[in-house]
T-cell receptor
Framework: SAVISQKPSRDICQRGTSLTIQCQVD?????MFWYRQQPGQSLTLIAT?????????ESGFVIDKFPISRPNLTFSTLTVSNMSPEDSSIYLC???????????FGPGTRLTVL | AQSVTQLGSHVSVSEGALVLLRCNYS??????LFWYVQYPNQGLQLLLK??????LVKGINGFEAEFKKSETSFHLTKPSAHMSDAAEYFC??????????FGKGTRLSVIA
């Protein structure tokens, strides 16, 4: 399985500021995904990021709030913009496995907004 | 549309006892099904997957799951619980070209 790293692992931010989360994969992958896991909740897909094209956002998530970059086949960033306490969550990136069905996840970024 | 229902948000078992975590799915096409585990302060780790081959799927750490189409179920079992199995477990479904859909998760506690 792919080895996925995320930076930062955790952060505490002030409301109104923005945070950019990085996701690095040790192999080239076509599709990368960004999820949000609110406290005590399951995972919700934010968007799918393909290299060379605009990210596809799920219902309830917009590009102005969660801009995503995908400059190459091993890297992606998610920015959480104009943060509020409601954005406090774990943000996880994932990539497709070799069969293009399963996904492998990074360790997550634990964000607290004060 | 596809969906996943995990019965029981919290399951508690004694060390050495059988672990049974329930998952029912809804899908209009043959599904691919997954179980993931999340240890505290970590990301998700793939335990096992069903991709239309054998209906009984063996995964890591002694876990297995059985796909039952007639019951639309994919329950996760382990014959003997270890303290290290305490974690959050998520069932997920993927059909066609749709993204993974996760259940709400079941927190497993193991009592010494």
């Amino acid at each position: 399985s792919a080895v996925i790293s995320q930076k930062p692992s955790r952060d505490i931010c002030q409301r109104g500021t923005s945070l950019t989360i990085q996701c690095q994969v040790d192999s080239q992958v076509t599709m990368m995904f960004w999820y949000r896991q609110q406290p005590g909740q399951s995972l919700t897909l934010i968007a799918t990021a393909n290299q060379g094209s605009e990210a596809t956002y799920e219902s309830g998530f917009v590009i102005d709030k969660f801009p995503i970059s995908r400059p190459n086949l091993t890297f992606s960033t998610l920015t959480v913009s104009n943060m509020s306490p409601e954005d406090s969550s774990i943000y996880l990136c994932s990539v497709e496995g070799p069969t293009h069905r399963e996904q492998f996840f990074g360790p997550g970024t634990r964000l607290t907004v004060l | 549309a596809q969906s996943v229902t995990q019965l029981g948000s919290h399951v508690s078992v004694s060390e050495g006892a059988l672990v049974l975590l329930r998952c029912n799915y809804s899908s209009s096409v043959p599904p691919y099904l997954f179980w993931y585990v999340q240890y505290p302060n970590q990301g998700l780790q793939l335990l096992l997957k069903y991709t239309s081959a054998a209906t009984l799927v063996k995964g890591i750490n002694g876990f297995e799951a059985e796909f039952k189409k007639s019951e639309t179920s994919f329950h996760l079992t382990k014959p003997s619980a270890h303290m290290s199995d305490a974690a959050e477990y998520f069932c997920a479904v993927n059909s066609g070209n749709t993204p993974l859909v996760f259940g709400k998760g079941t927190r497993l506690s193991v009592i010494a």
